[in-house]
């Protein structure tokens, strides 16, 4: 073999760092290559590049060259992690390290680190050049959690199918709202308030769950449905009071001197809001400790801001005995038929048993005053007998026993 294609091979050498080079490390050692001896670069050699060596540059002996200064132009690969150096080195360089490299070749990119050889195919281990981890890597991650596309696929077309379902229901039980307000004391229809967009659809609702008394904002519930689709939907509607109050009661009033003048024994007040008579008011008070002709307003508002006036005429009158009794009845009378009593006498009749203080019969009407003044139609019940008995002996005896009073006494109180 040609002496100048192999030298020998060199023992094992501490390098620089003092650590013993182990046998995979020699085996990346190019075979012809042999380490120089320590000692003094001359100035301004060049170490020439692998592959493009001059022939005749490798030393015909296979020992190693003595120390001392290296001819000018002789080279060899440096071993270890080192880069080729252009340039003059300077005199006096140390002895290159060896470490975990692979000759340079040709005018190659240096390698820097723990590079891999050249022609390998299997990446080393560490960080991988591009930062993504290994082909194999990312598959075993495919494999191991086919579960995570999955999830997310079938959630997503759920979605998308609820939606588009929202969406058809939507349209064909879609209604159109035409009204929000119902007028307190009105006959209530939901076809009033909203009517289904759809032809084939139609509203179903609890009519007994929608009876309002008052004013307000009431919520009514009610279904649309079209074949098997149903849907719930609610509805806010707004209860007015668009009535006007009426006071109802005669022109022209009399009162006893002495007498409590209240309005509200006397007038009736029909409205939406129940028990709307408490709020009437007159436009000034009545002063019954003397006679005179009062001329006054009576006014009442409802709970929706309506109201209603009533001009009347008051008039007090002095009045005294059993003529008394007999004016309240005419005065009840006048208010209870709305017309003045066309008798000509009037019968009192002072009870000795019973609640009653006086019984007056009057055009066959017969009324009873309390201990408080206060006068009232007598009532009984017609399906009980005793009590028609007792009403018909009650007609005799004040026809009978009872004081004759001419209408022409109370004549103001018609």
């Given amino acids: 073999m040609d002496e100048n294609n192999q030298l020998e091979r060199p023992v ?42 001059p022939t005749g540059s490798r030393p015909t002996t296979s020992s190693r060259p003595q120390t001392g200064n290296r001819p ?57 050049p591009t930062g993504r981890p290994p082909q194999n890597r990312r598959r075993r991650r495919r494999r191991r959690n086919p579960i995570a596309t999955f999830v997310p696929a079938l959630i997503l077309g759920l979605i998308m199918a609820f939606i588009a379902s929202a969406i058809i229901k939507g349209s064909l039980l879609k209604v159109k709202k035409t009204n929000n307000e119902y007028v307190l ?27 309002p008394k008052e004013i307000g904002t009431y919520e009514i519930k009610y279904k649309v449905v079209r074949g098997k689709l149903k849907k719930r939907r609610k509805i806010k509607i707004s209860v007015i009071d668009a009535d006007i109050p009426l006071i109802e009661g005669p022109d022209e009033i009399s009162f006893i001197i002495g007498e409590k003048c209240d309005f509200r024994d006397y007038y009736r007040v029909s409205d939406s809001e129940p028990n709307l008579v408490e709020k009437l008011k007159s436009s000034m008070d009545i002063d019954t400790s003397v006679t005179g002709t009062y001329n006054i307003t009576l006014r009442v508002t409802d709970w929706y801001n309506n109201s209603s006036t009533k001009e009347i005429v008051v008039k007090v009158y002095d009045i005294e005995g059993e003529a008394v009794y007999a004016a309240k009845a005419v005065r009840a009378y006048k208010i209870a038929m709305g017309v003045e009593t066309d008798a000509a006498n009037i019968y009192v009749y002072a009870a ?5 203080e006086r019984y007056v019969l009057l055009n066959e009407s017969l009324y009873e005053i309390n201990a408080d003044g206060k006068c009232s139609e007598y009532t009984y019940d017609f399906s009980d007998k005793s009590q028609i008995e007792i009403y018909q ?9 009872g004081d004759i009073i001419p209408i022409e006494e109370v004549y103001g109180f018609r």
């Fill in 72 to 128: 000018t132009g002789s080279s060899r690969p440096q071993a270890g992690n080192h880069r080729s150096q252009t340039g003059n080195r300077p005199t006096g360089s140390s002895r290159p390290q060896t470490g975990n490299s692979r000759p340079q070749t040709g005018n190659s990119r240096p390698q820097t680190g723990n590079s891999r050889p050249a022609g390998s195919s299997r990446p080393q281990t560490g960080s991988h």
């Fill in 185 to 211: 004391g009105t006959t209530f229809d939901i076809y009033n308030y909203v009517e289904p967009v759809n032809d084939k659809a139609y509203i179903e609702y609890d009519k007994t769950e929608f009876s």
């Fill in 352 to 356: 000795e048993d019973g609640d009653a």
């Fill in 12 to 53: 094992p050498k501490k390098n620089g760092a003092g650590i013993h080079m182990d046998r995979a490390e020699m085996k990346k050692r190019p075979a012809t290559s042999s380490r120089p001896q320590a000692g003094n670069r001359p100035t301004g050699s060049r170490r020439p590049q692998a592959g493009n060596r």
């Fill in 393 to 401: 002996q009650l007609l005799i005896d004040v026809k009978e026993q």
